[in-house]
């Protein structure tokens, strides 16, 4: 099941894995585990870092909104991972969950 990790996301990337859902259902399951001020000024507004039951770290993140999200629109959030196998475990084990 995902959930939180410290691990490093750095060098992960988008692998045309998305996944459609909201920013406050994200925070609920995951509040330690997001970053992210919601101002719309950068490409991202919350950017999670978690990792797969099998240790695999990976990101949820919003892409080029380019303005403030509301928290329970639903919204496209790419997933990014080291390997597209990866970024699909990633989706199956949210779409469990959420």
Do not use: Q
């Not at 490093?8 to 692998?15: A, E, I, Q, V």
């Not at 992210?36 to 892409?63: A, H, M, P, Q, R």
């Not at 597209?84 to 990633?90: K, L, N, S, Y």
């Amino acid at each position: 099941m995902a959930k939180h990790t410290n691990k490093d996301s750095g060098g992960t990337s988008f692998h045309s894995t998305t996944i459609i859902t909201n920013v406050g259902k994200l925070i609920e399951l995951f509040p330690e585990s997001y970053t992210g001020d919601n101002k719309g000024n950068d490409k991202v507004n919350f950017d999670f870092c978690l990792e797969t039951s099998k240790g695999d770290v990976f990101t949820i993140y919003d892409w080029k909104y380019y303005r403030p999200i509301g928290m329970y629109e639903p919204v496209t959030f790419n997933i990014g991972g080291f390997s597209r196998e990866v970024t699909e475990t990633a989706k199956k084990e949210l779409l469990e969950i959420l």
